[in-house]
């Protein structure tokens, strides 16, 4: 009762964080992906072409791209449109502009459990492996695993125009042309000039310095390694199996290649089950 | 102003309608569709199944089967667990055991914009030529929190067909055999029972059943009291009523939009040939696959 009113106050002073409360305008772009997608460096290059001068700083990123809980619902009434607003929610029929974060999942996992509240190392012990039960199980998640939170927008939105895939390895390797894709979804008129400018105002460095001056622990170590395969020297074999059975075929198709060929294989089984028409 | 008083006012007593935002609990089981689908049908037949010994009715369907949109926070909040729960919603990753009906859009676009036109959603004289491409866009009132029947399907199919705390209906199966598919209910949510009692349950929710209990308890239920009776909201209970009633290019409008995945659920494409959708996005685990129809 006391919960709900203390809410019931800060509604009427639009001080609460929207959260499904959000007015969603047609306009607003949406920043998705599921948690430890390296999301923090991308937003920084996002919000580097959004904003191109002075260079970002955190308090100007949670301006520029407010996570969905991250500000109070009348910051997001005064927010100039049109929005782009974060998010790590699985599929939203409302978000009609969606820029989709996806990251091989073996490195998620690291990024996932590095952030446990005791750091503890990978050396594949139990612990590890029933948090990766956990981990693909979706089973700590408010947002769904990996798999059913990257499938319920690739399903639904994939072939969408108002769409953009983005991989993290891909904004590693090739991040001039990955964020001149999203500077056209955006429409933002951005010259090779205005790209590089952004690239260089985030170095990975640069973020996490960032991060530690605010005493927020991201891991950009590993995402960092992700781009030469951190998962492949760091994560036991038997965790990089699990992960594989799980969504191996939705891996594949996201250009993840495995390492357990068998778990590629129901790629080629064909959908029979409800092949008998009604 | 009026209105946001009125919002706190609800959410402080907990009267707000729970719809996707409510308080889970690991043992729920949800019962989900897109509109139309046969939702209620099957409310009434589980319900019927899990209560045999009293009757389900439009009077007590709520408090064995509660709705999330027609419900409050509170409501919900006091029904005794394990809970059988009604929703609309698209993927939600806190419902962890999902049983999800699936109806041939081109009969659930004909059926809800009868619904539609009873809750004065769309003018009664609203156009069906007009009314089709809203329908595939998702784009009419009352659809927009639940998103067009392709996305809604397919946030469903993409994350949870195949696993095991998910199980798919198709009405149509349903119609055609509806002991058969509702053993396999019994079967999921663990309740023991005989082809006899389930006939008995099949029986006691005939779509007959349903109008009579509709014409005399409609006033009294809280989906249906204050609305309009000349369109009931018992629909038909029929398959491919679209054959006559929708003109060709609707029909070509809709296979087009979803091709695919009707073809992947079985749905005989009429106007137009189109492959099955292929994995992952529907995705297979050959641990948990078992051929349609053939359990209990």
Redesign the interface.
Known sequence: MIRRLAYGIKHILELDEPRHHLAIYPDDTFVVSFPGSGNTWTLFLIANLLQPEPRVTLPDLKRLIPAIDGQPRKFFRAMPRPRVIRHHESFHPQYKNVIYIVRDPRDVLISAYHSLPERTDLDGGDRLMSFVAEFVAGARSPVGSWGENVASWLATRGNAPRFLLLRFEDMWSETVGELDKVARFLGIQATSGHLAEAVNRSPADHVRRLEQKTARKIDLDSSRSSAEGGWRTKLPKAAVSEIESAWGPLMSRLGYELCDTAAAKYHTVAVTELDRDL | MIH??E???N????RDLAE??FKTFADDTFLVSFPRSGNTWTRFLIGNLVRPHESITFLNIEKVIPDTSALSNRYLERIPRPRIIKSHQ??D??YKKVIYIVR?PRDVVLSYYNFQRKYGEIDDQYPLEQYIPRFLA?DLPGL?????W???V??W????H?SPGFLLL?Y??ML?DPICELGKVAKFLGVVTTTEALAGVVERSSADNMRKMEKTQSDKWVVTQGRRKDIPFVGKAT?GGWHSLLPENAIDEIEAAWGPLMK?????LARRSSA???????????SY?????QQV
């Open positions: 946001e008083l919002y706190v006012l959410q402080i007593l907990g996707r935002y698209f993927f990753a806190r041939d998702g927009i929190g639940w998103g067009s392709g996305e809604h397919l946030s199919l993409a994350t949870r195949n198709r149509e199966a055609a398959r992947t659920l079985g749905y005989k099955a959708l292929e994995p992952p996005y529907i995705r297979l685990q050959n696959r078992v051929p349609i129809r």
